[in-house]
């Protein structure tokens, strides 16, 4: 079954940029191509919420809190799916987290990312 595996994250001051990519591995072409794929984040205490995601179709949604700011992009070709992160803030500190979800309502996780925003 399809794995997902984050990279990118770490210590950024406010106002900076880091980029977090995700590669889904054992995943044929055409799966990844018809999955939903995104970013969640996690604070201590709070809910996984969603960041942003782009849909097998092509069309992405973002959180309020990151319009503007984050950009998600999906090479189905490298099976990644990418957030660059600009204009980072303290509230952005959290775990991020790649997600996938199939037609089916089929859903994977990745173990998650840290991104620290000091402030």
């Known amino acids: 079954q399809m794995q997902l595996m984050e990279s990118g994250g770490g210590l950024v001051q406010p106002g900076g940029s880091l980029r977090l990519s995700c590669r889904a591995s054992?995943?044929?072409?055409?799966?990844?191509?018809?999955?939903?794929m995104g970013w969640y984040r996690q604070v201590p205490g709070k809910e996984r919420e969603l960041v942003a995601i782009?849909?097998?179709?092509?069309?992405?949604n973002y959180a309020d809190s990151v319009k503007g700011r984050f950009t998600i992009s999906k090479n189905n070709n490298k099976r990644t799916v990418d957030l660059q992160m600009d204009h980072l803030q303290p509230d952005d500190k959290a775990v991020y987290y790649c997600?996938?979800?199939?037609?089916?309502?089929?859903?994977?996780w990745g173990q998650g990312t840290q991104v620290t925003v000091p402030g």
């Open positions: 997600y996938a979800v199939g037609e089916r309502g089929r859903e994977f």
């Open positions: 054992r995943a044929i072409l055409s799966t990844f191509i018809s999955y939903d």
């Open positions: 782009v849909a097998s179709g092509g069309r992405s």
